[in-house]
């Protein structure tokens, strides 16, 4: 199983860019990353997935270096709301093509106004 | 197109009694994961399922709880006689198929089981 290494926790204030790096040395050829977010009491809700380079939603931004041995959430421009655990996630893959992930214990933010 | 439904939100039992956590997937979602999440840690993978099939069960407890997902009808994490440690929060996921499994996972709100 891919392993992931995330910062337990961050605080930022209302307005800022955040940027929160998973570290996963051991990842596959074949897996992907994944971020997901969640509020307390709710389920985690994808965010964004890439597998290398950088991909771009209307969320967020992912990051991932050419060796893919981390990768770097970007939240521009914060807000209150945001205030939530972040969970990245890596792909594991077997025979069967399908994709059980580990989730870490995820990086909790704080925004601060 | 609802998302993942999962009831009931919050379950309350006695110890020795049974519990039975019901998840309905997206539409077109054929495969189904089941995860537990105790306060303050990370969701724990137990089971994934696709339609009348246990994929892998390696992440449950190999006595007490078990899984299926019908040809009709919803995934249902069944677990017998409870003790005070099942007391979690159980997340249902569903993706849909795929051949190299990396479909993006839906996850329903939960079901809050507490064991008094």
């Known amino acids: 199983l891919a392993k992931t290494t995330q910062p337990i926790s961050m605080d930022s204030y209302e307005g800022q860019e955040v940027n929160i790096t998973c570290s996963h040395n051991?990842?596959?050829?074949?897996?992907?990353i994944t971020w997901y977010q969640q509020f307390p009491s709710q389920g985690p809700r994808f965010i964004i997935q890439?597998?290398?380079t950088k991909v771009t939603n209307e969320v967020a931004s992912l990051f991932i270096p050419a060796d893919r041995k981390s990768s770097t959430l970007s939240l521009p421009r914060v807000s209150l709301s945001d205030t939530a655990v972040y969970y990245c996630?890596?792909?594991?893959?077997?025979?069967?093509?399908?994709?059980?992930?580990?989730f870490g214990t995820g990086t909790k933010l704080q925004v601060i106004p | 197109n609802a998302g993942v439904m999962q009831n009931p939100r919050h379950l309350v039992r006695r110890r020795g009694q049974e519990a039975r956590l019901r998840c309905s997937p997206m539409k077109g979602h054929s495969h189904v994961y089941w995860y537990r999440q105790l306060p303050e840690e990370g969701l724990k993978f137990m089971v994934y399922l696709q339609k009348e099939n246990i994929i892998d069960e390696s992440g449950m407890p190999k006595e007490r709880f078990s899984a299926e997902f019908p040809k009709e009808g919803p995934s249902i994490l069944r677990i017998q006689q409870v003790v005070r440690g099942d007391s979690a929060a159980y997340f249902c996921a569903s993706s849909p198929p795929g051949r190299f499994g990396q479909e993006t996972q839906y996850f329903g709100p939960g079901t809050r089981l507490l064991v008094l």
């Open positions: 996630l890596v792909g594991d893959m077997d025979s069967g093509g399908y994709q059980k992930v580990t």
């Open positions: 890439g597998y290398k």
């Open positions: 051991n990842i596959a050829t074949n897996d992907y």
